[in-house]
């Protein structure tokens, strides 16, 4: 089965960017579209972003303009490029596929504070 390993979170100051990374030991494109998920402290899991097979992108309104997310189907990674990141993006954030999703990776943690 596939896995899926997220990186790069980190502690950064409010208004400052971060990129996370999603390594998967197969292939996304069998997986259809992918995600990022977000879980904030005693909150459940959400998706924030989404991205088609084909490049077709989604955002929850909180993180329109800001986040962008991306897929190299070759290499088998998705990327989530933040920007002007604000205290409540803080949150462990997750990646899967939408809709049927597979083994939880352990996520990245992305505080945001000043």
């Known amino acids: 089965q596939v896995q899926l390993v997220e990186s790069g979170g980190g502690l950064v100051q409010p208004g400052e960017s971060l990129t996370l990374s999603c390594a998967a030991s197969?292939?996304?494109?069998?997986?259809?579209?992918m995600g990022w998920y977000v879980q904030a402290p005693g909150k459940q899991r959400e998706l924030v972003a989404s991205?088609?097979?084909?490049?077709?992108?989604y955002y929850v309104e909180s993180v329109k303009g800001r986040f962008t997310i991306s897929r190299d189907n070759a290499k088998n990674m998705v990327f989530l490029q933040m920007n002007n990141l604000k205290a409540e993006d803080t949150a462990v954030y997750f990646c899967n596929g939408v809709g049927s999703t597979i083994t939880w990776g352990q996520g990245t943690q992305v505080t945001v504070s000043a």
């Open positions: 991205i088609t097979r084909g490049g077709r992108t």
């Open positions: 197969g292939s996304i494109f069998s997986l259809g579209a």
